[in-house]
C-alpha cells in the first residue's frame, strides 16, 4: 500500500484559449466529481487562470500555473508574480523542460521561483529531468540529482513537505516514448527519494510526491502509476482532452 496520494496534474503548456480552457473544464467536472482518492490538478496558460478558478470553484480539482516571477512586483513587464498567482490557483510549475531549454531558466532561478511560490503559499511542482545526450552518456543520477539538490535548496522541511517533484526525462516529452515503468521507478527511488530524505530528513522525504511525466497516455499510466515511487503523473499532450485525462486520473485510483 502507498503512503502517499497519488496526484494527476495537465500541463495544457501553451494551447487553449480562455473559451477553450472553459470547455475543457466544464468537460472534466462531472467525469472527476468523484474523485478523491487522487489529487487532480489542472495547469493552463495564465489568461485562463481567471475563468478556470470561476469554473472549478467548489469542485476537488485543483488549479495551478505554469510559471512565476520570483519578484513580488515591479517593473517586470510581462511577468506574473506570486501573489498574483495566489488569488486564482494553489499550485505552480516551476523549472519545466521547455522554459529551462527555451527561455533560459536555471537551477538558481527555479530555486527562487521555488521559495518565492512557498512565500506565496503556493504548492509548487518542481521539474526536473535529463536530456537524451546526457541520458545516453550516463549522467541521469547527476544531473538529476544536481537540479534537486539545487532547485529544492535553503527550504526547511516543512516547506520541502509542500513540495511535488516531477520527473520528466527531456527525451520522453511529447516523444510518444515513454520511460519504461521500472526504469522511471528506479530514478523516483534510487536517485530523487534518497536525495529528499537527505536534505529534509527520512519521513518528509518518504512523504514527498514525486510524479513522473512524459509521454504518459491513458494506456501506459496504471503501469507507470503502480510502481512504488510513482505518485502519478504530470501530463502533457493527454491533458488536454477530457477522455484521455479522465482516464489517467482513474488510472492512479
Ligand atoms: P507530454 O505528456 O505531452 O509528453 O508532456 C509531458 C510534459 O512535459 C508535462 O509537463
Redesign the pocket.
Known amino acids: 500500500m502507498k503512503t502517499r496520494k497519488p496526484m494527476v496534474a495537465g500541463?495544457w503548456k501553451m494551447n487553449k484559449t480562455p473559451t477553450e480552457a472553459r470547455d475543457l473544464i466544464r468537460g472534466l467536472l462531472p467525469e472527476l466529481k468523484d474523485v478523491e482518492a487522487v489529487d487532480v490538478v489542472v495547469c493552463p496558460p495564465f489568461v485562463c487562470l481567471g475563468v478556470a478558478s470561476v469554473e472549478l470553484a467548489g469542485s476537488k480539482i485543483a488549479l495551478g500555473a505554469q510559471n512565476l516571477h520570483w519578484q513580488a512586483s515591479g517593473a517586470y513587464t510581462g511577468e506574473i508574480s506570486a501573489g498574483m498567482l495566489k488569488e486564482l490557483c494553489q499550485y505552480v510549475i516551476i523549472g519545466?523542460s521547455e522554459r529551462r531549454a527555451m527561455f533560459g531558466e536555471t537551477d538558481e532561478s527555479v530555486n527562487k521561483k521555488v521559495l518565492a511560490a512557498l512565500a506565496a503559499g503556493l504548492k509548487p511542482i518542481v521539474?526536473v529531468g535529463e536530456t537524451f545526450d546526457e541520458n545516453q552518456a550516463g549522467k541521469t543520477a547527476e544531473v538529476v540529482g544536481r537540479m534537486v539538490w539545487e532547485g529544492l535548496k535553503n527550504l526547511d522541511a516543512e516547506q520541502a513537505a509542500l513540495i511535488v517533484v516531477?520527473y520528466?526525462p527531456v527525451w520522453?516529452?511529447?516523444t510518444g516514448l515513454a520511460a519504461t515503468p521500472e526504469g522511471a521507478n528506479s530514478v523516483h527511488k534510487d536517485v530523487i527519494r534518497p536525495i529528499l530524505r537527505e536534505m529534509f530528513g527520512a519521513e518528509v522525504g518518504d512523504g514527498m510526491r514525486i510524479l513522473y511525466?512524459?509521454?504518459?497516455t491513458a494506456a501506459n499510466a496504471a503501469e507507470l502509476f503502480a510502481q512504488s515511487d510513482i505518485d502519478g503523473g504530470?501530463?502533457?499532450?493527454?491533458s488536454l482532452k477530457v477522455e484521455s485525462f479522465t482516464a489517467i486520473v482513474k488510472a492512479a485510483l
Open positions: 500541463n519545466h521539474c516531477a520528466e520522453a516529452i511529447g511525466g512524459g509521454s504518459v504530470l501530463i502533457g499532450g493527454a
